[in-house]
């Protein structure tokens, strides 16, 4: 199994992809301040879900990890929050955005709770 079949991963991965798409739309002098910052949070959700996928053989570092996965979505909301406050975005499009961000907070704690799950089995 991959960390790519895992449904976090892959919601994270699309939801990734949207906020880089719309934040195409961000103007040019939000570069280095709120796009950079939105679309480097949300990739960074699924970089720590690999990384914690490939350290499952030990409990807490595979929890670690998704507790830093965990973080950085919720500070993509904050930006979610911040684009809507700018009017970068609308309030549908920050609905829809939250709605799945808190999606993949749901599966990030399932995993959390459930490391058997995810073939942990050691705990050092």
């Excluded at 709120?34 to 053989?57: F, G, H, M, N, P």
Aim: with cysteine; hydrophobic share 35%.
């Amino acid at each position: 199994m991959s960390f790519k079949t895992l449904i976090a991963y892959q919601k994270s991965f699309n939801l990734a992809m949207e906020v880089f798409t719309i934040s195409k739309k961000f103007p040019s002098d939000e570069k280095f301040a709120l796009t950079s910052q939105i679309v480097r949070s949300s990739r960074r959700v699924c970089s720590a879900i690999a990384e914690a996928y490939r350290k499952r053989d030990y409990v807490k570092h595979f929890k670690s990890k998704l507790t830093d996965a965990d973080s950085e979505n919720s500070e993509t909301q904050l930006w979610f929050d911040f684009a809507l406050a700018c009017n970068y975005i609308s309030n549908d499009d920050h609905s829809k955005l939250h709605a799945k961000s808190e999606e993949v907070g749901k599966l990030l704690n399932y995993m959390i709770n459930n490391p058997e799950k995810f073939g942990c089995s050691k705990t050092i």
